[in-house]
T-cell receptor, first 116, second 114 residues
Framework: DQQVKQNSPSLSVQEGRISILNCDYT??????FLWYKKYPAEGPTFLIS?????DKNEDGRFTVFLNKSAKHLSLHIVPSQPGDSAVYFC???????????????FGKGTLLTVNP | DTEVTQTPKHLVMGMTNKKSLKCEQH?????MYWYKQKAKKPPELMFV???????INESVPSRFSPECPNSSLLNLHLHALQPEDSALYLC?????????????FGSGTRLTVV
């Protein structure tokens, strides 16, 4: 059962335009949501996060929106640049059941290609 | 130092070999993690160490054996692996496992079992 879903395996946009990456989740116990960017042969790099008590967080060209009632979040990149081309993972954290540690659950990722 | 360093970057091993993956961080983080990532799949949690004690084992087969010798080091000992264990193995660390502080990932070890 996939608790974090990224339904678009790939997205292609033109340089300078907006990239919108979407993520849905099912577990209402998630309390933080994160986006990671991953280049081939490298580990994921943290991009931006949002607490479940907020609906928007902005950092430079990156903005994450959270709609708790719809259990949906999105990452907006404006303007998109060719260097943004990578796999973007949505991830969510929750306290492990019956424990005291936080676990991170990842979506399958979306490959973003920004064309010059 | 804000990095998680993993060695080796690439490893090819036979099914009868014994090898170890190493992970090191000097950020003072007290929680360390092993993830496994197969091609076109999300990273999957394997083990969590919190304050050098194993706190989560996600039902990983015993051919994978984690070890945390001290707060800066995390090892993953491999023995009698199968070809389907070939994957990217990612190490991560966080401030501690209690409360969300974000993760820092290493660049991974690409493991091929032949």
């Amino acid at each position: 059962d996939q608790q974090v879903k990224q339904n678009s395996p790939s997205l292609s946009v033109q340089e300078g335009r907006i990239s919108i990456l979407n993520c849905d989740y099912t577990n209402s116990m998630f309390d933080y949501f994160l986006w990671y960017k991953k280049y081939p042969a490298e580990g994921p790099t943290f991009l931006i996060s949002i607490s479940s008590i907020k609906d928007k967080n902005e950092d430079g060209r990156f903005t994450v929106f959270l709609n708790k009632s719809a259990k949906h979040l999105s990452l907006h990149i404006v303007p998109s640049q060719p260097g943004d081309s990578a796999v973007y993972f949505c991830a969510a954290s929750a306290l492990e059941s019956g424990g005291s540690n936080y676990k991170l659950t990842f979506g399958k990722g979306t490959l973003l290609t920004v064309n010059p | 130092d804000t990095e998680v360093t993993q060695t080796p970057k690439h490893l090819v091993m036979g099914m009868t070999n014994k090898k170890s993956l190493k992970c090191e961080q000097h950020m003072g983080h007290r929680a360390m993690y092993w993830y496994k990532q197969k091609a076109k799949k999300p990273p999957e949690l394997m083990f969590v160490y919190s304050y050098e004690k194993l706190s989560i084992n996600e039902s990983v087969p015993s051919r994978f054996s984690p070890e945390c010798p001290n707060s800066s080091l995390l090892n993953l000992h491999l023995h009698a692996l199968q070809p389907e264990d070939s994957a990217l193995y990612l190490c991560a660390s966080s401030h501690d496992g209690q409360g969300w502080n974000g993760y820092t990932f290493g660049s991974g070890t690409r493991l091929t079992v032949v």
